[in-house]
């Protein structure tokens, strides 16, 4: 009897201390993954994309998204292989007509005679907090596009780092995503924000099937036991 509780004793030791590293590697992980986002995020190392609708219709809401699409395409293969924002921003200078007639082309095959006014400078962007991270308010460099009068809502994200979210299969594997979105200041603004921590769905892939089977292994001879006692 002594035996088996001092086994079973052991046992239990031994799956809360398990259980204890665990969750300490796991808060490790997440800090080491969340740190570095946070500090990315400021108005010295963003760049902004921000698309202007001509009106709040139907038709031209639905064209706004299908600019921003044909952008981040572009300037997702302008950018390739760019690392700082300074090489980013010459990138964009340079090829800003690039980017113009990437999204006059989508205007134009809508059937829509809407000028396309694409605009480099430093904009007033809003302080926006995503989870933990918090994106401060500040006069950002951005690329501006306005379409025909510009009077519709509008729709903002990250464009460097290539943070926007491109919603067509199998284009976003950047390892934080985050798609933004906001009406004109002073409406209701809603937010669509998805975080990607690649290094953890990773871990988890080559390591959650292993954690499972040790824990339901463990859990198997710890209720063992336990039966045993209680015989």
Not at 124 to 152: C, H, M, N, W
Not at 173 to 199: I, L, M, S, T
Request: charged share 20%.
């Amino acid at each position: 009897m002594i035996i088996k509780t001092f086994r079973s004793r052991l046992l239990l030791s031994s799956v809360i201390l398990a259980a204890a590293l665990l969750l300490g590697f796991f808060a490790v992980q997440v800090t080491s993954n969340t740190l570095p986002v946070e500090e990315a995020f400021n108005v010295e190392s963003l760049i902004r994309l921000h698309v202007l609708a001509n009106s709040d219709s139907p038709g031209d809401q639905d064209l706004k998204l299908k600019v921003r699409d044909a952008v981040l395409t572009e300037t997702r293969h302008l950018l390739a292989g760019v690392t700082t924002k300074t090489e980013a921003w010459e990138q964009l200078q340079l090829h800003k007509d690039m980017v113009q007639g990437a999204a006059q082309e989508v205007v134009n095959r809508s059937g829509k005679d809407y000028p396309v006014k694409v605009q480099l400078g430093e904009y007033a962007f809003p302080e926006r907090t995503y989870g933990s991270v918090l994106v401060p308010a500040g006069d950002y460099q951005a690329v501006k596009i306005v379409i025909g009068e510009g009077k519709g809502r509008n729709w903002w994200c990250v464009l460097f780092p290539p943070l926007c979210l491109i919603e067509s299969a199998g284009t976003a594997q950047q390892p934080v995503v985050v798609q933004e979105g906001a009406a004109d200041e002073g409406e209701a603004q809603q937010v669509v924000v998805e975080w990607r921590f690649k290094y953890l769905e990773g871990l988890y892939r080559e390591y959650g099937e292993r954690l499972a089977a040790l824990w339901n292994s463990v859990r198997g001879r710890a209720i063992l036991s336990a039966k045993e006692l209680s015989s």
